[in-house]
Each structure stands twice: as structure tokens, then as C-alpha cells.
């Protein structure tokens, strides 16, 4: 299709996503698209099948479709999307149903989508997973961390890269994607979901950043997109910080299981990872704190709140009673001595 038809902003945008992916993709790679049939995915879709046919992506570029199953017609959403990734010239595509566990909320259609994805990648045997996130879903992501007080991890929003999946359109708004989706006539599904008034991030999307755009002017979105990166730089930093001041706080260099039988409960042998405390006291608040988190995660807990974070930080400084601290994922965190008198902070998870 000749350039000269489309727009000026269109062929821009168009330009835009082209590069985007060829920045960020190492061109011999094998890719999974993950299409829901949406203008952001459909834009991601259709730009990766142009680059692999134009021989920048020389690997394997296919597609998956995941069905949540949650409303009605999505098995035919889900094979209408499927169709469009086969047209496009992706290979292989593969559409998946799956069974979405607990309330069937947005985060357990996440977590079973997310797990549906890397199931498949690695049956596949590609490289990586890549998903359609964009500056727009940047911006929401670091004001709905702003509204809950978060820190710089959090405040760095949506990371361009972890574990096996790759978004490559963060620097692409959605503006841009419909644009893509009009210039190139295809079709995309409009989900309805994302006008549910009740669901915090639509209300964010549709209430909150048109009335901070009106107040402090359409940059905004562009600044907040800013501060997520410069808040991932910092807390990049902090990150490698906190595990050097880990390292030397930790009594062993990974978490050990205590395998005697008085040990056990419920039949499982604890996990346990004692750190020297005066150490961790010791230590700037802003790594303390990531160390504290960081040896939570390790002994198998979920990432403590900001209030069990602080009661942590209390127990760190020895003051009142040596505990238990009671963290989310069954770990407890108590004060003890050693045998030869030092303080420890032991971490116990089961």
C-alpha cells in the first residue's frame, strides 16, 4: 500500500511503530505476538508482520490469541482475531482458551492470561512474548501508583522488558494506534470493558487525564511517561545498591530450608534467611527498605505493604517486641540472637 494515501499524522504514526519495533527487537529472534483484536495489538500485530516481511525481524514472528471466556461471543472475538494476525502473514497463530480462576476480576484474567502466554512460548520455543502496552497505558499506570503512595519502583510504571516479555510500543500512544488500525482499514475490536464506569484505571482514562490535560495542557501524559523513566533509572540503581548492602547483611548467601522434624509445620520444611541487623540498621532507609522487601520475596512471601514495611523497619531498630512480624505469603520475621550473641532479623517462610 502506497504511503502517499494515508495522512500525514497517520503515515507519521505508522513510521513511529515501525521504528519502535526495530529498536527495540534484535532482528534474529523468534516472536509471539499477544493479539487481543484491540487497536493497540492489532497495530503491533501488524507492524511486526511488515517487518519480518521486509527482512528486518528474520526470525519466526507468530501470534497468540487468548480467550478469557468471561463475556459473551469472546470465542468468536478470539478466532476473529486470529484470522486478522493469519492475514497480516503472522505465523503460527495460535488462539487459546483458558479458565480464569478466583472472582474473574481483571488481575485473575491477567495472571491466567500471562501464564497461558509463557505456556505457549516455550511449547513454541520462541524467544519472547510481545505485548501491546502503550505511552497511554504508561501514564494511567503511574498515576494510579502516585494515588496509592507508592515508591520509585512502582512510580517507574510498566517496565519495557521482564522476564520473557517485550513491549515495544511504550513509546506509541494510543492516539497513534487507531490512526495505524484507520490507515491500514483493520477493523480492530472495540473491547467494552474498557468503558466499565466502576473499574478505577477507565475512570483514570476517561475522567482523570482529559481534566488534567485541560488544566495543565496535553503534555502531560508526555510527563508523566518522563517520570516513569527517570523513577525506573533510580530505582534501577537502588535495586543493585540494596542487593551489595544484602550481601553483606545476609548470615548465608541464600535462603536455607530447615530440614529437622520439630522444624516442619503442616509437613513443610520451613525456608528460612537470617540477616545481620545492625547491618540493615545501618544501611540507608531507602535500601533498607528494599532489603527488607527483597529477603521477604526470597523465603517465598508477596512484597510487603507500606504498613508491614514499617513494622519491619520497627523490629530492625529494636525497639518493642522481637516479633513475629506477620507478612502475606506465610512469613514471619522475628529478632533473634546467634549463638555467639549477634542480633539477627530471621526471615521464615513456608
Known sequence: MATARWPRATHEAIVAARTALTDHLP????????????????????????????????GRVGAVVVDHGLQPGSDEVAADAGEKCAELGLSP????????????????????????????????GADYILTAHTADDQAEQVLLSLARGSGTRALAGIPEHRGRMLRPL???TR??????????????WHDPTNDLPDARRNRVR????????????????????????????????????????????????????????????????PLVWD??????????????SRVLRQVAVAVGGKPPTAERTAALEKLTAGTGAPGPVQLDGRVSVTRIRS????????????
Not at 492516539?175 to 480492530?188: K, M, N, R, S, V
Not at 540477616?275 to 533498607?288: C, I
Open 27 to 58: 532482528a534474529g529472534l523468534d516472536y509471539l505476538v499477544a493479539c487481543s483484536g484491540g487497536p493497540d495489538s492489532l497495530t503491533l500485530a501488524a507492524t511486526a508482520a511488515h517487518l519480518k516481511s521486509e527482512g528486518v525481524l528474520q
Open 93 to 124: 497463530v495460535i488462539v487459546q482458551r483458558v479458565q480464569v480462576p478466583g472472582t474473574g476480576n481483571e488481575a485473575d484474567a491477567r495472571q491466567a492470561r500471562y501464564e497461558a502466554l509463557e505456556e505457549i512460548r516455550a511449547e513454541v
Open 170 to 172: 511504550l513509546g506509541i
Open 175 to 188: 492516539e497513534q494506534t487507531h490512526a495505524i488500525c484507520d490507515g491500514l482499514q483493520l477493523h480492530p
Open 206 to 269: 476517561h475522567e482523570l487525564l482529559p481534566v488534567m490535560r485541560e488544566v495543565l495542557g496535553n503534555g502531560v501524559d508526555d510527563a508523566l511517561v518522563r517520570t516513569a523513566r527517570l523513577a525506573r533509572q533510580d530505582a534501577d540503581l537502588l535495586d543493585e545498591l540494596a542487593q551489595q548492602t544484602l550481601a553483606t547483611a545476609a548470615v548465608q548467601d541464600d535462603p536455607s530450608v530447615l530440614g529437622g522434624v520439630d522444624d516442619r509445620v503442616e509437613g513443610r520444611a
Open 275 to 288: 540477616l545481620r541487623r545492625q547491618v540493615v540498621l545501618e544501611a540507608p532507609a531507602a535500601l533498607r
Open 339 to 350: 549463638e555467639d550473641g549477634e542480633s539477627l532479623l530471621r526471615f521464615r517462610g513456608l
